[in-house]
């Protein structure tokens, strides 16, 4: 069992930056692909980043490639998205989510998520 708690989301505005964090439970964070997702009003969930157990690789949407940046500490239990250069579009609820290292390949989906936090609201002002 993992438990999220995500932070850092705000008000900011166009070409502004933020830091989301996410705190996680569990002895077993280390092995997990980790993934930040968004959701705005009235749309799907949709893929940001994802980055794999070992932090060596990442994955970005193209929509945020060059902007957004994910990282984790595996000694803090903890995952990262810096956000730079944000978007009225990047508006949304960001969630943070764990995946099992077997869904690889799968990542950008959000049914391969097993646990997921509560989400933080980013808010980018024009």
């Known amino acids: 069992q993992v438990q999220l708690v995500e932070s850092g989301g705000g008000l900011v505005q166009a070409g502004g930056s933020l830091r989301l964090s996410c705190a996680a439970s569990?002895?077993?964070?280390?092995?997990?692909?980790m993934g930040w997702f968004h959701q705005a009003p009235g749309q799907e969930r949709e893929f940001v980043a994802a980055?794999?157990?070992?932090?060596?690789?990442?994955y970005y949407a193209d929509s945020v490639k060059g902007r957004f940046t994910i990282s984790r500490d595996n000694a803090k239990n903890s995952v990262y998205l810096q956000m730079n250069n944000l978007k009225p579009d990047d508006t949304a609820v960001y969630y943070c989510?764990?995946?099992?290292?077997?869904?690889?390949?799968?990542?950008?989906?959000?049914?391969?998520?097993?646990?997921w936090g509560q989400g933080t609201q980013v808010t980018v002002s024009s």
């Open positions: 989510a764990a995946a099992s290292s077997r869904m690889l390949g799968l990542h950008k989906e959000a049914s391969s998520y097993d646990y």
């Open positions: 569990g002895r077993t964070f280390s092995t997990y692909i």
């Open positions: 980055i794999i157990w070992s932090g060596s690789v990442t």
